[in-house]
C-alpha cells in the first residue's frame, strides 16, 4: 500500500502563485511516474502535469508556461508550482502515483486539496 498526502491549496486572486506538494509513502514501492490531475465542479477529473522517475514532463496546454512539475526523488514527492493562476484553475486536485511494487503496477490517489482562484 502506498498513501498519498497532499498540501499547498488555498485562495488565491487571479494573477497569483500557489504551491502544491504531495509525499507518497509506504513500504517496497518504487515509483515510476507522479502526477496531478483537477477536477472542477461538476466536469470530469482531467491531468494537468506529470512527471516520470526519469524526469521526464507531461503538461496540459492550459498550463504549460505557467505551472511546473518537480520531484525529489530521495523524499518521494511531487511538488506542482501554479503561477499566474486564472479563475479557471480553480478545483479540487488531485496527486496520483503509479508505482511498481513486488513487479506489479499499481496507481493511487490522493485525497484531494481545493484550489480556488478568484477573478
Known amino acids: 500500500q502506498v498513501q498519498l498526502v497532499e498540501s499547498g491549496g488555498g485562495l488565491v486572486q487571479a494573477g497569483g502563485s500557489l504551491r502544491l506538494s504531495c509525499a507518497a509513502s509506504?513500504?517496497?514501492?518504487?515509483?515510476?511516474?507522479m502526477g496531478w490531475y483537477r477536477q472542477a465542479a461538476g466536469f470530469q477529473r482531467d491531468l494537468v502535469a506529470t512527471i516520470s522517475s526519469g524526469g521526464s514532463t507531461s503538461y496540459a496546454d492550459s498550463v504549460k508556461g505557467r505551472f511546473t512539475i518537480s520531484t525529489d526523488n530521495a523524499k518521494n514527492t511531487v511538488t506542482l508550482q501554479m503561477n499566474s493562476l486564472k479563475p479557471e484553475d480553480t478545483g479540487l486536485y488531485y496527486c496520483?502515483?503509479?508505482?511498481?511494487?513486488?513487479?506489479?503496477?499499481?496507481?493511487?490517489w490522493g485525497q484531494g486539496t481545493q484550489v480556488t482562484v478568484s477573478s
Open positions: 509506504g513500504s517496497s514501492f518504487s515509483i515510476n511516474v
Open positions: 496520483k502515483t503509479i508505482v511498481e511494487i513486488g513487479g506489479r503496477g499499481y496507481q493511487y
